[in-house]
């Protein structure tokens, strides 16, 4: 049966969540504050790029399924449930800031005309749904009409965040009432995916512990490759090893310059933060988010060591998103690595198939080019940073031909070490300490 819904936030939960659930046949009106944003969503305009996004929200539209709003009025006029998909910032402790969240709560609280479920699918700490709850009741204007308060943690990857919400591996609803939980679950039916269905914080923790365990799965990859370099190993045979035992499995375990994103960076972080406020030494997550920083400056040494030294040097960067297929730039390791190539005086040349624009905002100093071979000619080093299917296609022959020194730092390990070397390359992976062939 088709419900109405209303999505706050236009980002990449928001809007991939409203797509979604506006392609399983459900009436949704997204909402933003953002006059010009919500105005091109309107044109078909959206302000992120996801793979198959684009042709989903045109879709949905044209069916008369999906709309976009700046009104909360016209949003909850009709709402039977009301996902808030707003930012949840790091503050300056690593914190989540729940500003927005705040906003979005006390905005439909004051709306509130009929019975509502109201689901959170923003990542917040632990106890927002009862907080979400008490903000609800305060600024209702009738206490006396129902509502319940489900969380429903979001687990897309960016890239691939259509697919995943179509495809989940499971969905999570935590509730302090079970029938709006299954009320909730029941639009995720045509899915077709294991539901687990809990209290409202043991819901939001299982978003912060698999957000956590990827990250320091990554991290423990990492450092492994660190060791692997020391005494003479091959990590991506080392990783492939690991992978086949079924208890550890293959993902996450590519070793390389760390991750990025706004997830893992602010979810490591906050959930540190929340065990340390609880009398907790959360060590292990510290160590997790050292590791994956340090990943950046070993990159830079590498090529120091190579160089002696970057200033009056051109260095190329392939890639500027955090990973492949999305433009976001939040951050990103490309951030960290080209500002400390310029402190040390290095020209930076670059080139992302679509991170530019938003790249543009970012950084300064840098020259944006408009292929990679661009970024070759002439440069001292490239540096590969984001593992886009484009970069493992290049003609490396030719990029080699352009370089006035055949340096290439793999931070991804997308190119074969040999190879490389035998093109003429002086060739650094990460982890590729037995000569980057991993046998005998």
């Given amino acids: 049966m088709k419900k109405t819904i209303c999505v706050i936030g236009v980002g990449y939960v928001g809007l991939v969540t409203g797509a979604c659930l506006a392609d399983l046949g459900n009436g949704v009106i997204c909402l933003n504050r953002d006059q010009e944003k919500c105005d091109n969503l309107k044109k ?13 929200v045109h879709r949905n539209q044209a069916a008369g399924r999906l709309a976009f709003t700046t009104s909360y009025d016209e949003a909850m006029q009709d709402a039977e449930f009301v996902f808030i998909a707003v930012g949840t910032p790091s503050g300056t402790e690593g914190e989540a800031d729940l500003a927005h969240v705040n906003a979005a709560a006390t905005d439909v609280a004051r709306r509130i005309h009929k019975p509502i479920i109201i689901i959170n699918k923003s990542t917040v700490p632990i106890g927002t749904g009862d907080w979400v709850a008490d903000i609800v009741r305060e600024h209702m204007p009738d206490p006396s009409i129902p509502f319940w308060v489900v969380s429903n943690p979001e687990f897309l990857r960016e890239g691939s965040g ?20 299954e009320r909730v679950a029941e639009l995720y039916y045509p899915l077709q995916a294991e539901t687990i269905i809990t209290d409202l914080r043991t819901a939001e923790m299982i978003k912060y512990a698999s957000n956590a365990f990827l990250a320091t799965k990554i991290s423990f990859i990492n450092e492994m490759a660190n060791i692997c370099e020391a005494l003479g190993a091959d990590v991506k045979t080392v990783a492939y090893g690991m992978g086949t035992d079924k208890r550890i499995a293959p993902s996450f375990l590519g070793a390389g310059i760390g991750w990025g994103g706004s997830c893992f960076p602010k979810d490591v972080k906050a959930l540190a933060f929340m065990a340390a406020t609880h009398g907790q030494h959360p060590q292990l997550l510290r160590a997790v988010l050292e590791i994956n920083y340090d990943q950046r400056k070993r990159v830079v040494t590498k090529l120091r060591d190579i160089l ?13 998103a955090f990973k492949p297929n999305t433009d976001d ?20 040349k670059t080139y992302d198939p679509v991170a ?4 543009q905002r970012i950084l300064n100093d840098v020259e944006y080019c408009s292929d990679p ?10 540096i590969l940073v984001t593992e886009w299917n484009e970069f493992k296609q290049l003609d490396m022959e030719r990029v080699r031909s352009l370089m006035r020194q055949p340096v290439l730092i793999d931070g991804r390990n997308i190119y074969d070490p ?14 590729r300490g037995y000569n980057g062939e991993g046998t005998l």
């Fill in 308 to 320: 002696g030294g970057f200033r009056g040097k051109t260095i190329g960067i392939l890639g500027l």
């Fill in 373 to 382: 071979y661009a970024v070759a000619q002439d440069a001292d080093a490239l």
């Fill in 162 to 181: 259509v697919y995943d919400s179509m495809n989940p591996d499971r969905i999570v609803l935590g509730s302090t009432n079970r029938e709006a939980a």
């Fill in 329 to 348: 730039m939040r951050d990103a390791p490309s951030i960290s690595i080209i500002r400390l190539l310029r402190n040390e005086g290095a020209m930076i």
């Fill in 44 to 56: 078909g305009i959206l302000p992120i790029y996801e793979p198959g996004l684009e042709e989903l």
């Fill in 356 to 359: 530019v624009e938003t790249a």
């Fill in 418 to 431: 040999a190879r490389m070397r035998a093109l003429g390359f002086i060739y650094r992976g990460m982890g």
